[in-house]
T-cell receptor
């Protein structure tokens, strides 16, 4: 069966460090992968998109990698700040349908 | 970025009543909107794809007679939870893509703020 797995345990890091979140998938052939941020009681907010033919994407302090051989995406936040504390969701999409399938999300906590 | 507005943000109702949730794209047109459901500490589960001017496409296991979806215009989709029961209590979130970007199916989704439904 298809699965999208993110570390269900919260990731706690110190301010200024780089946070790395993982998204693994099985039985999927995604055409693209997206990362979203979700704060408690709020809807998700889009962060980055990476396509299957792309290895890496950057946006300010954010970096996403996409390894279709390992079936994995890594999401990095450099110079992390307490304001980065939130739940981060990865979502996979195929080229034949416009709907997204979301992972379970990883809670990031950045402390001073 | 584009804005999607959802209303109400929270609602409490008695068991057996029906509740309507509205999802509006404020500054763009959306031929397709998506309705998700999220339980505490769980991911978003797609319930249905709402298509403007046609019937919604429901995901497996979602009762179409229970969750009525209407997408009457390019800026409004509604989800009605009929004869709500306590197990329907959840966080319902809608999302949409900008119609102008519909040629690219990989475009970002703009989400509403969600509607917290509590059925007593």
């Amino acid at each position: 069966s298809q699965k999208i797995e993110q570390n269900s345990e919260a990731l706690n890091i110190q301010e200024g460090k780089t946070a790395t979140l993982t998204c693994n998938y099985t039985n999927y052939s995604p055409a693209y992968l997206q990362w979203y941020r979700q704060d408690p009681g709020r809807g998700p907010v889009f962060l980055l998109l990476i396509r299957e033919n792309e290895k890496e994407k950057r946006k300010e302090r954010l970096k996403v990698t996409f390894d279709t051989t390992l079936k994995q995406s890594l999401f990095h936040i450099t110079a992390s700040q307490p304001a980065d504390s939130a739940t981060y969701l990865c979502a996979l999409g195929t080229g034949t349908a416009s709907k997204l399938t979301f992972g379970t999300g990883t809670r990031l906590q950045v402390t001073l | 970025g584009a804005v999607v507005s959802q209303h109400p943000s929270w609602v409490i109702c008695k068991s057996g009543t029906s509740v309507k949730i509205e999802c509006r794209s404020l500054d763009f047109q959306a031929t397709t909107m998506f309705w998700y459901r999220q339980f505490p500490k769980q991911s978003l589960m797609l319930m249905a794809t709402s298509n403007e001017g046609s019937k919604a496409t429901y995901e497996q296991g979602v009762e179409k007679d229970k969750f009525l979806i209407n997408h009457a215009s390019l800026t409004l989709s509604t989800l009605t939870v009929t004869s709500a029961h306590p197990e329907d209590s959840s966080f319902y979130i809608c999302s949409a893509r900008d119609h102008r970007a519909s040629g690219s199916v990989s475009g970002e989704l703009f989400f509403g703020e969600g509607s917290r439904l509590t059925v007593l």
